[in-house]
Each structure stands twice: as structure tokens, then as C-alpha cells.
């Protein structure tokens, strides 16, 4: 009879440790580096390089006014789809995500036409750039699981035409989610002015 009862009690606890381990709040983390793939945007004369695990969704199903939405490049498992649904922000761009933990979603925008010349504060390979300080916290378009550390940050690139990066990072591993973002900003190749 106590074997029985040892058993119950041994499952019971193993079920909760397995519920009290498993990710919470979004999508999953797929690695962060790993084997490149190449994403070629001929139509803005930009390529880059990103872990082939990663998934790429091109986000031309919607047109906004303003910058023109290009590409959404994550490791969340699963990856937003376009048009996204209302709980993602419907027509948003970057969309709304739930992310999980050690998740990186960048969102690439081209055309970020500003009506002053930017204050541009260095350089992206070759290219001038205005290059925000992160900020140590989820922006309006992402979440992360509470209890993990955050961070956005935004790149604007070129001229006159403007490429525009914003990235969203949870940890707890934020080191791990700079690296793969400073892999992909160092791949850059652009080909020809932007629009």
C-alpha cells in the first residue's frame, strides 16, 4: 500500500516540477546563432545575413502610410504571421508579440522619411546611422515573460532613404540576444541607395 501512495506522490511532484520548468509567456526560443542564411531585399538594394534556424516572414500583405514594413526576422517559435491578428496589434508594424524567454524579433522598415535631418551618430557599415541607446525594458510592441529581463533597440540607416531596425530582445540571456542582433547589423551589403 505505501508503494502505491510513494508513486502517486513521486508523479504529482514530477508533473509539477515539469509545469514550474516549462516557458512561460510566448513563443519559445529557437537558437540564437548557428549556420547563416541570407535574406535578399533586392527591391531595397539591401542583403543581410541571419541564423538559418530562424524563421523570416516578409510583411507585404499590408501597406502603411509612412515606412514600408519589409520583413519580420525571429526565433520565436512560432513566428508572427502577416497580417497578424488583433491580439498581435492587427495592422501594427512591428507587430505585437508575446515573446518568450531568450526570443529576438527584428523588424526591418524602409522609407522612414523624417521631416528634419536626422542627428546621425555613427556608422553602420559605411552607411551614417542613428544608433539609439537600448533601453532596458519591452517597448509597446513586445512583451516578455515576467520575471525576464528585456531590452529594445532601434537602428535608422542610410540616406535619404532610411532602413529602419527595431529590435526586441527578452533574456534572460540578453548577451546572447545582442550578439545575434550585432551578427546581423554587421552583415549588412547594400547594393544601391534606398528609396
Given at each position: 500500500?505505501?508503494?502505491?501512495?510513494?508513486?502517486?506522490?513521486?508523479?504529482?511532484?514530477?508533473?509539477?516540477?515539469?509545469?514550474?520548468?516549462?516557458?512561460?509567456?510566448?513563443?519559445?526560443?529557437?537558437?540564437?546563432?548557428?549556420?547563416?542564411?541570407?535574406?535578399?531585399?533586392?527591391?531595397?538594394?539591401?542583403?543581410?545575413?541571419?541564423?538559418?534556424?530562424?524563421?523570416?516572414?516578409?510583411?507585404?500583405?499590408?501597406?502603411?502610410?509612412?515606412?514600408?514594413?519589409i520583413a519580420v526576422l525571429t526565433n520565436a517559435q512560432p513566428a508572427?504571421?502577416?497580417?497578424?491578428?488583433?491580439?498581435?496589434?492587427?495592422?501594427?508594424?512591428?507587430?505585437?508579440?508575446?515573446?518568450?524567454?531568450?526570443?529576438?524579433?527584428?523588424?526591418?522598415?524602409?522609407?522612414?522619411?523624417?521631416?528634419?535631418?536626422?542627428?546621425?551618430?555613427?556608422?553602420?557599415?559605411?552607411?551614417?546611422?542613428?544608433?539609439?541607446?537600448?533601453?532596458?525594458h519591452a517597448d509597446w510592441w513586445f512583451t516578455c515573460p515576467a520575471?525576464?529581463?528585456?531590452?529594445?533597440?532601434?537602428?535608422?540607416?542610410?540616406?535619404?532613404?532610411?532602413?529602419?531596425?527595431?529590435?526586441?530582445?527578452?533574456?534572460?540571456?540578453?548577451?546572447?540576444?545582442?550578439r545575434a542582433v550585432n551578427r546581423l547589423l554587421t552583415s549588412l551589403?547594400?547594393?544601391?541607395?534606398?528609396?
Amino acid at each position: 500500500m505505501l508503494i502505491p501512495v510513494a508513486a502517486v506522490v513521486l508523479l504529482g511532484f514530477a508533473a509539477g516540477l515539469t509545469l514550474a520548468l516549462r516557458p512561460s509567456g510566448g513563443p519559445t526560443g529557437g537558437p540564437l546563432s548557428g549556420p547563416m542564411a541570407t535574406a535578399r531585399f533586392s527591391q531595397y538594394g539591401l542583403s543581410l545575413r541571419y541564423p538559418k534556424a530562424w524563421t523570416r516572414v516578409g510583411w507585404s500583405c499590408e501597406v502603411f502610410v509612412g515606412p514600408t514594413a519589409i520583413a519580420v526576422l525571429t526565433n520565436a517559435q512560432p513566428a508572427p504571421k502577416c497580417p497578424g491578428p488583433l491580439f498581435q496589434g492587427g495592422s501594427s508594424f512591428p507587430p505585437r508579440q508575446k515573446l518568450g524567454p531568450n526570443v529576438v524579433s527584428i523588424s526591418l522598415t524602409n522609407g522612414t522619411a523624417l521631416p528634419v535631418k536626422p542627428h546621425w551618430n555613427g556608422h553602420i557599415k559605411g552607411w551614417p546611422a542613428v544608433i539609439a541607446r537600448p533601453v532596458g525594458h519591452a517597448d509597446w510592441w513586445f512583451t516578455c515573460p515576467a520575471g525576464d529581463p528585456a531590452e529594445s533597440r532601434s537602428f535608422l540607416i542610410g540616406s535619404p532613404g532610411l532602413l529602419g531596425v527595431t529590435v526586441g530582445i527578452c533574456g534572460p540571456d540578453l548577451g546572447a540576444g545582442n550578439r545575434a542582433v550585432n551578427r546581423l547589423l554587421t552583415s549588412l551589403r547594400f547594393t544601391r541607395h534606398l528609396p
